[in-house]
């Protein structure tokens, strides 16, 4: 069975549709496609359904990436049984992921921004009262914790 990881954020249409795509991009240039699957969902019920946010869109694009196939997911208890490992984008997603999962599964909840040896701080911030900017920036943040992600992972699934 593949390596599963599913990235987290509180609405699913702005950072953990961005994470995904990003992770699977660099998975695919990896060969690493076939070993390690990727998702991503939200904490809130608000979008289900939706595309990504059209701001996630375009920046998506502006940078080289397709993000028009998301639909987005509620995160619930039993989504945990489809994960190895659960990025979550902020440290208030990882309050209600380990609420909602407690001690045994929580340990499978980490910080994106761990993974970056450069992050100056530990949260990706929430774009979505922002600007474009705000976009391009967690779009960085994210492409640089991913390739730190990346190594992680390389490690456990070649071992
Ligand atoms: P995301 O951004 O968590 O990065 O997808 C948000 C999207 C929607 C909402 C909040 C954050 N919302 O409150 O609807």
Same mark, same amino acid.
């Not at 990003?22 to 979008?47: I, P, Y």
């Given at each position: 069975?593949?390596? +599963? !990881?599913?990235?987290?954020?509180?609405?699913?249409?702005?950072?953990?549709? !961005?994470?995904? $795509?990003?992770?699977?991009?660099?998975?695919?240039?990896?060969? @690493?496609? *076939?070993?390690?699957? $990727?998702?991503?969902?939200?904490?809130?019920?608000?979008? !289900?359904?939706?595309?990504?946010?059209?701001?996630?869109?375009?920046?998506?694009?502006?940078?080289?990436?397709?993000?028009?196939?998301?639909?987005?997911? #509620?995160? @619930?208890? #039993?989504? !945990?049984?489809?994960?190895?490992?659960?990025?979550?984008?902020?440290?208030?997603? $990882? /309050? /209600?992921?380990?609420?909602?999962?407690?001690?045994? *599964?929580?340990?499978?909840?980490?910080?994106? +921004?761990?993974? *970056?040896?450069?992050?100056?701080?530990?949260?990706?911030? *929430?774009?979505?009262?922002?600007?474009?900017?705000?976009?391009?920036? $967690? @779009? /960085?943040?994210?492409?640089?914790?991913?390739?730190?992600? @990346?190594?992680?992972?390389?490690?456990?699934?070649?071992?």
């Amino acid at each position: 069975m593949p390596f +599963r !990881i599913c990235f987290v954020c509180l609405g699913n249409i702005c950072r953990s549709p !961005i994470a995904e $795509v990003v992770m699977r991009s660099l998975l695919d240039k990896e060969g @690493l496609a *076939d070993r390690v699957e $990727v998702s991503s969902a939200g904490t809130g019920d608000w979008h !289900i359904g939706e595309r990504a946010d059209h701001r996630t869109i375009a920046v998506l694009e502006r940078h080289g990436y397709d993000g028009s196939a998301h639909r987005a997911r #509620q995160f @619930l208890a #039993q989504s !945990i049984d489809d994960c190895d490992l659960v990025i979550a984008m902020d440290q208030a997603n $990882v /309050t /209600t992921l380990q609420r909602m999962l407690g001690n045994d *599964d929580g340990a499978k909840v980490r910080l994106l +921004r761990e993974f *970056d040896p450069n992050a100056t701080g530990s949260d990706v911030p *929430d774009p979505y009262y922002g600007g474009d900017e705000s976009f391009d920036e $967690v @779009l /960085t943040m994210i492409e640089s914790a991913c390739r730190g992600l @990346l190594d992680y992972v390389r490690s456990d699934v070649d071992a």
